[in-house]
């Protein structure tokens, strides 16, 4: 019997394999990751991206597993060089796209059950699911993600453990396995910090407004910063915060939260 096709995934599936075709839908295209069921058990994780600076552009490794790996292509770039809308697992951020329409961005999955749309200014919109059945892959405990809502500007991250260890674009990895994943320096990020380790005790998130480029020193940019804690369990929760900053130098605590 001839399968049915449509604009969803198509999944043929055998004994121990499971083969996936590409989302097509509306003018975009996700690659990576596609939907259905998958164990990365024998895939690299990291989520960690190469920094070549100033950071334009999203640098993915050629290494980089389809496991921790979000990449696509909308069929007409932005003209106004504005940004896609990825959201992932109910928390929206930035992604920005390259000149030839393709983005790519490393994630760090938790094992279960995720959710990726791709959300474009003029309407596109493509989603996928897929089941990581991995049970023993790294999780993020604790994932702080800062975006912005100005092009030209320089944001940082910042994330004091309770062990006293401070990861930012300086320090990228703790002792802990806590990590930022890629210092962006020209506009809307995001910039996202895992950590994989259950360390109890006080967290505290700070965001400091680096720069802007030319004459925009003096212009407004907000801060969004999203805390999830324990994504992917019955007991995670996700806070959000916007924060206005209004001059370069401002180093700002956006919160102070316990985990567990």
């Given amino acids: 019997m001839t399968p049915h096709r449509s604009a969803h995934t198509l999944i043929l599936a055998t004994?121990?394999?499971?083969?996936?075709?590409?989302?097509?839908?509306?003018?975009?295209?996700?690659e990576s990751p596609a939907g259905g069921w998958r164990n990365s058990s024998k895939e690299n994780s990291s989520f960690m991206q190469d920094v070549t600076y100033p950071a334009v552009r999203v640098n993915?490794?050629?290494?980089?597993?389809?496991?921790?790996?979000?990449?696509?292509?909308?069929?007409?770039?932005?003209?106004?060089?504005k940004p896609l809308t990825l959201v992932i697992n109910g928390s929206a951020m930035p992604q920005r796209v390259d000149a030839d329409g393709s983005f790519a961005r490393p994630y760090a999955f938790p094992a279960g059950s995720n959710s990726i749309e791709?959300?474009?200014?003029n309407g596109e919109r493509q989603r996928t699911q897929y089941y990581e059945a991995y049970s023993g892959r790294s999780?993020?405990?604790?994932?702080?993600?800062?975006?912005?809502?100005?092009?030209?500007?320089?944001?940082?991250?910042?994330?004091?453990?309770?062990?006293?260890e401070h990861i930012?674009?300086?320090?990228?990895?703790?002792?802990?396995?806590t990590a930022l994943d890629v210092d962006v320096t020209t506009g809307y990020g995001p910039e996202i910090i895992a950590s994989p380790s259950q360390m109890r005790g006080t967290y505290l998130v700070y965001v400091n407004y680096y720069g802007a480029g030319g004459d925009r020193d003096d212009e407004l940019t907000t801060a969004q910063v999203a805390i999830v804690t324990d994504e992917g369990?019955?007991?995670?929760?996700?806070?959000?915060?916007?924060?206005?900053?209004?001059?370069?130098?401002?180093?700002?605590?956006?919160?102070?939260?316990?985990?567990?």
């Fill in 15 to 30: 004994i121990g394999m499971l083969t996936t075709i590409p989302v097509h839908s509306a003018g975009i295209t996700l």
């Fill in 60 to 81: 993915v490794r050629n290494t980089q597993q389809a496991g921790s790996l979000i990449r696509g292509r909308i069929a007409k770039t932005p003209k106004d060089g």
């Fill in 118 to 121: 791709v959300r474009g200014n």
């Fill in 139 to 164: 999780r993020p405990h604790v994932r702080v993600t800062l975006s912005w809502d100005s092009d030209g500007s320089d944001l940082d991250l910042h994330l004091v453990t309770p062990a006293g």
């Fill in 168 to 177: 930012y674009f300086g320090n990228r990895q703790a002792t802990d396995g």
């Fill in 233 to 260: 369990t019955p007991r995670e929760k996700q806070q959000l915060f916007r924060v206005p900053l209004r001059k370069p130098g401002e180093l700002t605590l956006i919160r102070a939260f316990q985990y567990p």
